[in-house]
């Protein structure tokens, strides 16, 4: 069956983000398996073993012959085997003409480790808010902020998958405050995540909040620590206006 998926046809499935980019952002985050689509310029498109098993159920049933249809399991085990193979091949070097500027809501990229003891991770201007979001059209890294390699390596964190942005407000109080740093782990996350404090977009707007995933209404309550906030729930079509950027690993406060 079809093993290659270009965004715009990615896009138009229930399971993934409903824009291009926010596709394509996706895919530079989690380096997923790419090569350049033949007859389609500059077009990039992407491997069906970079993606959620229910994803890959998705394009079974759409391009899958019946066969491959009745043995969707076994259909999924030889397309992951046939990923595996490309990888091999290096089909994952990136490509220098589609390499964007780094932006906190794709990718983090990270600064070469310049001592054996420390690690400079970017810092980017976007504003987690803790309490009413913040716009961030701007989120362009602004400095870098160094730390210990032990630290990194004590929180399971890898510098190319790490950040650094702020928290703004005071929702999350006790756990963060108004202009507290956030360590962010920037790595795919297998949907739902396991609940926990993320750094999420909703819409326009980026917030750092609790997340706790309710499996019988397959829906994220949103949770503000401070219980002077009040709590939301997204459920449903609403859960496509929902990004996590990336796990909360630590707060780093200026005393």
Not at 29 to 57: C, D, M, P, V
Not at 61 to 69: A, I, L, M, P, Q
Not at 74 to 98: F, H, N, V
Request: contains cysteine; negative net charge; aromatic residues 8%.
């Amino acid at each position: 069956m079809k093993e290659w998926y270009l965004t715009t046809e990615l896009c138009l499935l229930d399971s993934m983000p409903n824009s291009r980019q926010a596709v394509a952002a996706k895919a530079i985050r989690n380096n997923w398996l790419k090569r350049k689509a033949q007859g389609k310029g500059s077009a990039i498109e992407y491997h069906i073993s970079n993606l959620h098993e229910e994803t890959q159920k998705a394009l079974i049933e759409k391009y899958g012959t019946d066969v491959e249809k009745k043995n969707s399991l076994e259909t999924m085990r030889e397309l992951k085997e046939t990923g595996e193979k490309y990888r091999e091949l290096e089909y994952t070097k990136p490509l220098k003409s589609q390499k964007p500027e780094p932006n906190a809501s794709a990718i983090f990229e990270a600064l070469p480790v310049n001592e054996v003891d420390t690690i400079d991770i970017p810092e980017f201007n976007v504003q987690a808010a803790a309490g009413a979001g913040c716009l961030s059209n701007t989120e362009y890294q602004t400095s870098v902020f160094t730390v210990s390699t032990a630290l990194v390596r004590s929180l399971g964190l890898l510098p190319e998958y790490s950040a650094i942005v702020f928290c703004s407000g005071e929702s999350m109080l006790p756990t963060m405050d108004d202009g507290d740093r956030i360590l962010v782990d920037t790595r795919e996350l297998t949907e739902p995540v396991k609940d926990g404090i993320y750094v999420i977009r909703i819409d326009e707007m980026v917030y750092v909040k609790r997340l706790k995933w309710n499996i019988l209404n397959q829906s994220y309550k949103v949770v503000s620590d401070n219980p002077s906030y009040d709590d939301f729930e997204m459920a449903g079509e609403d859960l496509k206006r929902l990004q996590i950027i990336g796990r909360a690993a630590m707060v780093m406060r200026s005393l």
